[in-house]
């Protein structure tokens, strides 16, 4: 393993364009994630294309980097805006954003660059030595009935964060899997819900879906609290965390990269699922569980760690089963089909060279995190000194040419202000911008699972419970929709 | 009424309207599968059915225990005191603030991106509340430049023209300009 990584570290420094390109996703990555409005995918979007006159390597390893460093760019904006650059850092945004209000915005974004860092350098030291294995264990272990059953733990965890009460926690995800169901049955290509419209027929992108939900929703909470005299800027403050603080969390950080990882290489969940059960465990094993989405550090850091842990992990899938975990995973397949090769088994069979340069990329960028992060993070920061009357009008196009860009479709950025809309009145209302967010973007893969394993089990659940991974998931899902029952009905509401 | 607001029965009232809508339109899609038993309408049924059933759990939860925020609840603490309207011209500001982007949208079609983002930037503006003008058209020229400047010349990325005279031509204008600038280089 360490003569390959060498190997791949010799490749991906030995030329100066291979270099540019690195550097060049670094930034881009970190830029992208951290501008308000647009997000990784955005860059990625536009980038697309020009992996063609790209060498395979170089154009997967763009992607990989940009991915590395777009996940943590995205926690900046959700710390500092309460707009997530990307929904894997949404749950970032519970407790980043309280910092923020209270003056607490540097010790939120360095304890996310650090932990972004761990997570990921982590997983990319896991990938490295044991994609191989990981990809074998998956193959056998991992079917349609377990992602399913993942699919319905992280729902049931979803649920369970944001949102005034369980119930609206539950309307939000419900609303979202209703939205996933727009455009085709991924069974058998019927039309769902496009009342007329055939660009409704691939479905509700989820790019300018996220973007209406989150960053428009905001403009527009911000506009109404300006409207009536409301509006406060948030505190500019540039204190790091200290070693000590970071070092209460260390038990916090393993459970989030263990979580993360477990996340991200389970084909199609990826690293929102990640970061909202890294969450969701912070929030189960604390003592005080009312600290959190109050400003409470440790929840910034779970988040962060298990969305950059599941980086790394995503790539076993990606690689070794040619199955994406997400958006910008699913674009790498399309830099590998320009270049007519397909990811898969045998990739590491007949592009090693690729595979290691993409490997250690993936080390150093995340790496780079920690450095270029902390230099970028002090200059960030100034973000908030901007007058929001600037920054408001500014989002909105970034997120419009974000909405745009990926599919070229008007109608694309209609939905995403229509989802600003919906989103603003219903965070008025005590609904989860995030449980939306979560069930649209894992519905399609719930259900595509679910149709799978009913086949594969010739439609008798019983068959479920005889795989003892997807009846863990299971019973800790209901455990989940239980516990949160229980206080719906005997949990009294907050004084005031 | 127990402790429900006229928000709580609107809210109901939503959800279910929801639920019955979209079931209702299921049926227009209601075909089966040969190889999948439940079709293309049950995974979504149901959704809808639990959507009902959830709104009605709601409805109770206010009914009994008001709308406040139920205890240990996470991420939920900026919902809790959504803002009190006392005029008309309250909802009338914000009324634009939420309009005016998809009026945005919908004009990026016939206008094109080129024409109509410098005149949406300054509207917004406006309707913040921003009222100087040097600040507007300064500002709105920065925003208009970083964009053009960013996704136009840099990135190259394509971006909706418009399909109606002038507008069309402006945004014809701006590319060959655009093209004519890279052959310089």
């Given at each position: ?69 777009g996940t943590y760019g995205g926690a900046i904006t959700a710390i500092l805006f309460n707009i997530p650059g990307a929904p894997e850092n949404a749950p970032t945004a519970f407790d980043g954003y309280p910092m923020t209000q209270k003056g607490m915005a540097g010790k939120a974004v360095g304890a996310a660059v650090l932990c972004s860092a761990i997570g990921g350098v982590a997983s990319a030291l896991v990938m490295m030595s044991a994609t191989e294995p990981l990809a074998k264990w998956a193959i056998m272990n991992i ?354 | ?41 049950g995974w979504p049924r149901v959704i809808l059915f639990l959507m009902a059933l959830v709104s009605l759990g709601n409805f109770y939860y206010a009914y009994s225990k008001g709308s406040k925020a139920q205890e240990g609840r996470v991420g939920a603490k900026e919902n809790e005191e959504p803002i009190k309207y006392t005029s008309a011209g309250q909802y009338f500001k914000t009324g634009m603030v939420l309009i005016l982007p998809l009026v945005y949208a919908l004009s990026l079609k016939p206008v094109g991106f080129y ?71």
């Open positions: 393993m360490i003569e390959n990584f060498l190997a791949g570290t010799a490749t991906l420094f030995g030329d100066p364009f291979t270099i540019g390109i690195f550097v060049f996703g670094v930034l881009g990555g970190m830029l992208f994630g951290a501008i308000p409005g647009v997000s990784m995918l955005t860059l990625a979007a536009i980038l697309l294309p020009f992996t063609a006159d790209l060498s395979p390597a170089q154009g997967v390893m763009l992607f990989a980097v940009i991915y590395c460093t079917g349609p009935p377990e992602i399913f059953a993942l699919v319905f733990f992280g729902l049931a965890v979803a649920s369970s964060v944001g949102g005034r009460t369980i119930w609206k926690g539950w309307l939000s995800v419900l609303l979202g899997l209703l939205i996933a169901t727009i455009g085709q049955d991924p069974v058998g290509g019927i039309n769902r819900f496009n009342f007329g419209y055939s660009d409704l027929a691939a479905g509700i992108a989820f790019v300018p879906a996220i973007l209406g939900f989150f960053a428009v929703s905001e403009i527009f909470i911000q506009a109404e609290k300006n409207v009536s005299g409301k509006y406060t800027a948030p505190k500019f403050n540039v204190d790091f965390p200290s070693f000590f603080e970071l070092w209460a969390h260390k038990i916090a950080v393993v459970r989030s990269i263990f979580v993360g990882f477990f996340c991200g290489i389970l084909p199609g969940i990826g690293a929102t699922l990640a970061a909202f059960m890294g969450y969701g465990e912070a929030v189960r094993w604390s003592k005080d569980k009312s600290e959190f989405g109050t400003g409470k550090l440790e929840g910034v850091i779970s988040s962060e760690t298990a969305n950059n842990a599941a980086t790394g992990a995503a790539m076993i899938p990606l690689l070794a089963l040619g199955l994406p975990g997400g958006a910008l995973t699913a674009m790498m397949v399309a830099v590998f089909q320009m270049h007519d090769l397909e990811p898969g088994p045998l990739v590491f069979y007949n592009s090693p060279d690729l595979i290691w340069v993409v490997f250690a990329a993936m080390f150093y960028a995340n790496l780079s995190i920690l450095f270029v992060g902390l230099i970028e993070t002090k200059t960030i920061l100034y973000l908030l000194k901007i007058p929001f009357q600037f920054l408001a009008p500014m989002i909105l196009m970034l997120a419009s040419i974000g909405a745009y860009i990926s599919r070229g479709l008007v109608l694309d950025v209609v939905v995403m202000f229509l989802a600003g809309i919906i989103g603003f009145l219903l965070r008025r209302s005590g609904y989860s911008i995030p449980g939306i967010v979560l069930g649209l973007i894992l519905g399609k893969i719930g259900e595509q699972n679910f149709a799978q394993g009913m086949q594969m089990v010739h439609y008798d659940l019983g068959t479920y419970f005889s795989r003892p991974i997807c009846t863990i998931l299971i019973i800790a899902g209901v455990l989940t929709l239980l516990k949160s029952l229980h206080s719906a009905f005997y949990q009294k509401p907050k004084v005031q | 009424m127990g402790k429900l607001s006229r928000p709580d029965i609107f809210e109901a009232v939503f959800w279910l309207l929801i639920a019955v809508i979209f079931f209702a339109v299921s049926f227009s899609f209601n075909q089966p599968i040969e190889i999948y038993k439940f079709g293309a309408t024409s109509g983002t410098p005149i949406f930037i300054a509207l917004i503006m406006i309707a913040w509340g921003e009222r100087r003008v040097r600040f507007i058209l300064t500002n709105t020229i920065l925003i208009y430049a970083i964009l053009i400047g960013l996704f136009m010349i840099v990135l190259n990325a394509p971006l909706p023209q418009g399909n109606m005279s002038p507008f069309y031509d402006i945004s014809a204008f701006m590319l060959k300009t655009k093209t004519q600038f890279d052959q310089m280089f």
